[in-house]
C-alpha cells in the first residue's frame, strides 16, 4: 500500500501542532516538578544538588502521611459513593430513557455547568449552622440545637465531591449500558433467567468497562481536590491539595511541595493501574 | 420497552432533587432581603444585583475572564481541529498513544497542571499574568474540543472531500470551503464548550493569575467575606442563567451538526437508489 506512508505523513504533520503544546506545556513542565522536588530551599535560595530529602520527608513526616492518606481514602469514598449512586440513574436513563434520553442526560449535567465554587460554597449553606438542613430541622421541631456533624468534616466533604462528580460517573456507565446487545437479554430471558438474574449474569458484567472508567474518572481528580476540602473540610477534612498549596505559597518551600505533588500522583498511578489490572483479573476468572 | 419499576422511578426522582438542591437555592437567596445566607427568608430586594453593577473590581476580573476565555476557547478549538482530523481522517503508528497523552489533562488533577506551570514560569523568571492562565486552559480545554470535534469529522461525508479535489480545489481550499463549513456546528459547540469550561476554572487560574485576577479567583477572594455573600449568590444566579444559555445554544449546534450529516447522507442514498 503506497498510500499509508503518505497518510501517516499527513496524520502526523496534523497531529504535531496539539502534540507539540502538550509536549512543551504539560511534559515539559511536569519534568521540571520532577526535577525541583530533587532540589532543596535554602530560605530564598534554591539548593540544585540533587537529594531525596524532600521524598523523604514528604514520606516519614506524619502529618503528609496523614493528609495523603486521607485524600485517598476520602476520594475512595466519594468514588465508591458516586459511582454505587450513578449507577441505577445510568441504567434508568438508558433501559427506561425512550425519547427522552437525550434530554435527560441534558438535565443531568445542567446542574454542572453553574459555577463550581458557587456549587461548592452552596452546600456550605445547606449544611451550615444556620444551613437549610438545619434551619427547616428545626422549624419542625425535629430537633432543637442545630446538627454539627454534618460541616467541616470529612462527611461533608465526601457528600459535596459525590455530588460535584455525578455527571462523570453517570456518563461512561450509560455509554456502556446503552452498547450491550438486547438480543443477550432475551437469550437469558428464554434460558429462564429471572430479572434479578438477567441484571446479575448480563447487564452487571457487560456495564463493568463503564463502571472502571467512571472509578477512575471520579479517584484521580478527586484526590487533587483543593475547594472542597478548603471550604467544607475544617481542619478535619483537610486533603493533601491544601498542602500542596500551602509549600508553593506561605511556606514558600517549592521542593517539598513538587515532592508531594509527584508522589501524591505516583500513588493514584499505581492505585488506579492496579484496580485496572484487578478488575480484569476478576473479568477474566468469572468468564 | 419495558416500564421501570416503581422504586426505580422513585429513586431517580430523588437522584435529580439531589443534583439540583444547591441550584434551587441559588435564586433564593439572590432575591432575598438579608444580608446573612440563611432561613427563614425575609423578603424580596433587587439590592444585591445593583451592588454587582457598581462593583469595579467584580468588572475587571469579568473583563479578564471572558478576555481568557475567548483566547482559549480559540487556541483550543484550533488544536482540537488539528488532533481531531488526524485522528478521524489518517492512520498513523502511535495514533493511540498520543491522542490518550493528548486527552490526558482530563483526568490529571487540576492543581498538579497548575503547580507544574507555576514552576516553570518562576524558574524561567517570567513574571504571571492573563497569558499564563491561558496556556493552563488551552491545555485542559483542547480534550473536549478534541473529543467535540472528533464526531464532527466523523459524520463527515468523506466522497464531498474527494468531489471537492476532483473538480480541480487544493487541499487548503477543499478544507475552508468545504470541511470547514461542514463542520461548523460543531466548531461552534467546541467553542462554547471551551470558553465555558475556562471562564469556570478556577485552580489553575489560582495559581498562575498574577495580578489579573479572574472571576473565580475574584469570587474566591469574596467568599471569605460574610457581608459580601449575598451578591456572590446574584452573581452566581446571573452565571448559571448564561451558562445555560451558551449551554443551550452549543447543544442546538451540535444536534444540527448530527441531523444536517445524517441528512446529507440519507439524501445521497436516497440519489444512489435513483441512480442505479
Known sequence: MPDLNQSARRGYVLISPPLMYSLVMLAAPLALVVLLSLWSQNYLELDRTFTLDNYIEATTEPLYQLLLGRSIIISGVVTVCTVILAYPIAYYVAMFGGKAKPLLLLLITIPFWTSYLIRIFLWKVILGYNGVINGSLMGLGIIEEPLTFILYNANAVVLTLAHAWAPFAILPIYVSLTKIDNSLLEAARDLGDNAFQRFIRVTLPLSMPGVIAATLVVFIPTVGDYVTPKLLGGTDGLMIANMIQVQFGKANNAPLGSALAILSMVTVGFISIGFVLLSRKLGKVKN | ?276
Open chain 2, 1 to 276: 420497552m419495558q416500564k421501570a419499576s416503581k422504586f426505580l422511578l422513585l429513586y431517580a426522582v430523588f437522584y435529580f432533587l439531589f443534583l439540583y438542591a444547591p441550584i434551587f437555592l441559588l435564586p433564593i437567596f439572590a432575591f432575598n432581603d438579608s444580608a446573612i445566607i440563611s432561613l427563614p427568608l425575609s423578603g424580596i430586594t433587587f439590592d444585591w444585583f445593583f451592588l454587582l453593577w457598581e462593583t469595579e473590581a467584580l468588572h475587571e476580573a469579568l473583563y479578564n475572564s471572558v478576555l481568557i476565555a475567548s483566547i482559549a476557547a480559540i487556541l483550543s478549538t484550533i488544536l482540537g481541529i488539528f488532533a481531531a482530523r488526524a485522528a478521524s481522517r489518517y492512520s498513523f503508528p502511535g495514533k493511540k498513544g498520543i491522542t490518550g497523552f493528548l486527552l490526558l489533562p482530563i483526568v490529571l488533577p487540576e492543581i498538579i497542571i497548575g503547580v507544574a506551570l507555576l514552576v516553570v514560569m518562576v524558574q524561567l523568571g517570567l513574571s504571571l499574568s492573563a497569558w499564563t492562565v491561558i496556556i493552563g486552559h488551552v491545555l485542559i480545554c483542547t480534550p473536549f474540543a478534541i473529543v467535540i470535534m472528533s464526531s464532527a469529522f466523523k459524520s463527515f461525508d468523506v466522497s464531498l472531500e474527494e468531489a471537492s479535489q476532483d473538480l480541480g480545489v487544493g487541499k487548503i481550499g477543499t478544507f475552508f470551503r468545504v470541511i470547514l463549513p461542514m463542520v461548523t456546528p460543531g466548531l461552534i459547540s467546541s467553542f462554547l464548550i471551551a470558553f465555558t469550561i475556562s471562564l469556570d476554572e478556577f485552580i489553575i487560574a489560582f495559581f498562575l493569575t498574577g495580578t489579573d485576577v479572574t472571576l473565580p479567583v475574584y469570587i474566591w477572594g469574596q467568599l471569605r467575606f460574610p457581608a459580601r455573600l449575598p451578591s456572590v449568590m446574584a452573581l452566581g444566579f446571573l452565571m448559571v442563567t448564561l451558562s445555560l444559555i451558551l449551554l443551550l445554544i452549543a447543544e442546538y449546534f451540535r444536534r444540527r451538526s448530527v441531523k444536517y450529516t445524517i441528512n446529507e447522507s440519507t439524501l445521497m442514498a436516497k440519489n444512489e437508489e435513483t441512480v442505479f
